[in-house]
């Protein structure tokens, strides 16, 4: 629990100039992988965006202990609710939303955010309440069942009233913009060229900041204590006066948010959603950024996401091209190879490595002169 | 729309197949307290397996019966589901028996995955065919049509049903996997080996699967390298709802969600006044399966379980 | 009239064919040391679960400080004031001492999600009150310096005492512990008692479980004596242990000869 920064910030100049550092090699990172390729930036962006999943995950899995298979929906009804709010849809099918704004849907960013979040959180407890006293297998099977549905209505929910346009999804979603400055077009700053891409990334940076700051200062807090007591001993956590039931409401809700923004940034940021992006199979790769990189963890955490979000890429570059090369043909699809390689990441960490890649380092010291403590 | 009894009929069917997928799902609860998530993905590869099998064996020998060839596509299928089930335990499941519950969870998904895409390298995305090798002329029966095939699910599935339960309350490996499911160490103690008995369960488990594998890709006449996922988590909830770790129970359970489905699907649209569709049937399942859960996740035929401290 | 602080009577539970508890009671006045004592599956634990919202009895009255309260949901037990320690050992494995204690003053502090995230000045007051007092009572129970340890790296001995700190941490009206000396050695029990006696004499109210029967003579004020889930004896622990049916319950019949002669 806040193992890194003790031990840092003895020197403060050192922190100060770190940071800057870090900060410097963040804002110019797009530019330089944009010499590589839009692809690459765009998978930047990206990054974040998981990056701020898997910390809300990693709220539920790593700080609370609760394992939540489903949890893609929060970042479905994020992305949803901005591209119901955003684009033509609603005001196309349903001429009295068309009468009541005339100009179309668009919403600004400082609406959607809040409500993005709020919404998540809402989504949170009735999702959790029912579900929270479940011991760990169940409570996973049945995360995993909300997800499912949620992924099974948003398909269907195009009869008979047209909500979600099922399968084919929503077009046409606003781009964010503050106030005349559109993220969708290049803009020009101090000289400086920012295409589209670049100033998506940029925010979301910021939002993915922000995110990690909040979940340090939650880490090192009471909650943060509550969770943890929860996941090391739930009856003992009950026994001194922990209201288990509330505080894992309260990391499911807290981590559903950030699903919850996110899905709307990835929403405007793509400009169409489909039930497609939010399937089980996007639940098990944030989970497996959690594991990978140190379940409860948040600069493991943020490894992890980052690897596993590049990686895709990565193997597009070489993977194609590679077996182009040797067979003629691509004889395994990268998108396949990923997530084979993703399931045997997830086998492999278990079986060798269960901490992750980047695990907290432990707490205090073992006393090597004392004797081995019978209990706990 | 089909009549009640038409309904029943196919929820039989339907509940069958659920069954003997619910059952491997439940014994290895029962004797390893773990959820074996890809238990579905063995049953993926039966079938895949098996139709495989049974068109090598049509381009080799064209004019062989249908029922041979069934029988031969089970016979690989069965095999190659038990080593894989075998594999999967030894590799992946054993290692981690005093782990903290998370970890084999996690294996499981991760194991479920790689087979999947290994299903989809070999097999290949699509939805291949499969064919039809049983008479397929509708038989009358009280107001309802049913097929040879679903026939022959519903006879099957009651046979070896009551060959395990003959299985497992009369012989001695039936003793020494209920000795275990209660207790390994005493059952150690009493001269069972707990590997031996656990690979045994994985190993009916998995022919189970395969054979369930087998007629689903036969009554519904397609397979793929995703088949087995919502089968297996439908089996899930069967097997909760039975009580799992109940051998019974997990029979009864699948029936019965079986049933539900079937009727569910035939009557929803009336009941809900058209707004929701038969596609919602897999909902069904999903909410089932949290409210049993909620309020009686010791199932209806389980025990009910105290928290000690 | 005497200061009551828990007043519980009539307690029965039943698990399926076995009568863990019949018509159980106890009444512990304020600064008492008060001792429950039996030989093995007497239903001593199984009482403490009880009062402590556990286990749901099946009849039963609970009073706590004057005030009824209903053992339904343990964490309001620990809430209204019953703070315990376990037979077991339930501590937080991985976390350090100090998390440990500062655990405990959760249920008297208020800190909302909301005040870590803007870390608002009332929550940075009260954390750094929560961390000074936890440390206080780690120094308290003696064990201040492994603070920073890995609480599943502590000795037995100091495992039960952080456990004890843990529970003092959520200001209890009443200290309940379960065989809080099983497993220790003749030096590590003086140090215990001594640590009991100095928070009895702060005024808090302790009730024990215990197996020890010169700890339990030398330091309670008085005692119940559990036999098969019914209460034998009450009262001093010198007039108890002369008593024909605990001597009985403890040692079988046939041995009143011998026990009273070594009284």
Redesign the interface.
Known sequence: ?GSLLPRLSQSRSAVWIATALIGIVLILLPFAFGMLGNAWVRALAFACLYVMLALGLNIVVGFA?L?D?GYIAFYAVGAYMYALLASPHLTSTFPWIAQMFPNGLHNSIWLVIPLGAGLAALFGIVLGA??LK?R???L???T???G??IR??LN?LN??VNITNGPQGITLIDPISFGNVSLAKTQHFLGITFPSVHLYYYLFLVLTLITIV?CV??Q???????W??IR??E??????????RNVKL?AFS?GATFGGVSGAMFSAFQGFVSPESFT??ES?IV?AMV?LGG?GHIPGVVLGAVLLAIFPEVLRHTVTPVQTFLFGHVV?DAE??R??L??????LI??YR?KGLWPAP??????SS??A???? | MDTFIQQILNGLVLGSMYSLIALGYTMVYGIL???NFAHGDVLTVGALTALSTILLLQTLFPGLPGWFLICAGLLAAIPVCVVLSLVIER??YR??RN?P???????A??????I???A??VWGRNYLTFPQLLPTSPIEFGGATVTVTKLLVIALSALVMIGLMLLVNRTKLGRAMRATAENPRVAGLMGVNPNFVIAATFAIGASLAALAGVMLAATYGVAHFYMG?LPG?KA?TAA?LGGIGNIPGAMLGGLLLGLIEALGAGYIGQLTG??L?S??Q??F???I??MV??FR?SGLLGERVA?R? | MADIVLRVSGVNKRFGGLQALSDVGIEITRGEIYGLIGPNGAGKTTFFNVI?G?YSPDSGAFELDGKPYSPTE??RV??AGI??T?Q?????????AL?NV??????R?H???L???L?TRR?IE??RG?KARSLELLEYVGIRK?A?????????G??RRLEIA??LA?EPKLLALDEPAA?MNATEKIALRGLLEAISRDRITILLIEHDVKLVMGLCDRVTVLDYGKMIAVGAPAEVQSNAAVIEAYLGGGHKAVATKAA
């Open positions: 629990m202990g394992l298979l029912p579900v479940l760990g297998d169940y996973a099977i049945v995993l069942g909300f499912e549905i099974i209505f269907n009869a008979p909040i200062r939650l090192d807090s009471r909650l943060g204590r509550a943890m007591a090391e001993d009856i003992a956590a009950k026994a001194m006066g922990i209201n288990v309260l807290l089980l199979n098990i989970l594991v379940l395994i396949v190879l997530m084979m993703y399931g045997l990441a997830m086998v278990m079986l269960p432990e707490h205090g010291v073992n006393p004392r004797a403590p019978r209990g706990a | 307290n773990l959820i590799v992946a290692p981690l782990a519950r998370l970890a084999p969870l996690i294996t998904i991760g194991v479920s995955i790689v999947q895409t290994v989809m390298l996922f988590l899930f909760v058209g707004v569709g596609h919602y897999d909902v399942a999903f909410l399966l949290v859960l909620i996740p928290d401290a | 402590t556990l343990v964490h620990a809430q703070a315990r376990f077991n050992i339930r501590l937080f494995p991985d976390m350090t998390e500062m655990v405990g003053r959760h249920v502090t800190a909302t999600a005040g870590a995230i870390r929550t009260e954390e929560i492994y920073d340890f890995q609480a599943r790296t502590l000795s037995y100091d495992q843990r529970a959520t497993g």
